[in-house]
Nanobody, 124 residues
Framework: QVQLVESGGGLVQAGGSLRLSCAASGGTISSSGMGWFRQAPGKEREFVAAISRSGDIREYSDSVKGRFTISRDNTKNTVDLQMNSLKPEDTAQYYC?????????????????WGQGTQVTVSS
């Protein structure tokens, strides 16, 4: 079973940038589509971005499109989320997840492995 560990969260001012990284161990993610989700206090977990196995297909939620970029390096077994022009409403715990599908999926039920999350806080 693959284990996922996120890093790179922190406190940033509105308009700033952060880069989240997800490192996989215990197996390869090169055959898996990967996704990022987030959950703010009192809210349901929501889809942020997803990338296909080969990296040629990417999907974003409307709220982050144009500001966030998902990427992956299958040689390093990592997936990153570059977040620019951050807004206070981006404040949440961010989770990396792996799906057995090779493409992209927006639905959390399709992901079988999850990291513990990393906190992103954007101050106004």
């Amino acid at each position: 079973q693959v284990q996922l560990v996120e890093s790179g969260g922190g406190l940033v001012q509105a308009g700033g940038s952060l880069r989240l990284s997800c490192a996989a161990s215990g197996g390869t993610i090169s055959s898996s589509g990967m996704g990022w989700f987030r959950q703010a206090p009192g809210k349901e977990r929501e889809f942020v971005a997803a990338i296909s196995r080969s990296g040629d297909i990417r999907e974003y939620s409307d709220s982050v499109k144009g500001r966030f970029t998902i990427s992956r390096d299958n040689t390093k077994n990592t997936v990153d989320l570059q977040m620019n022009s951050l807004k206070p409403e981006d404040t949440a715990q961010y989770y990396c997840a792996a799906t057995r599908l090779s493409g992209v999926t927006l639905y959390s039920r399709n992901y079988y492995a999850w990291g513990q999350g990393t906190q992103v806080t954007v101050s106004s």
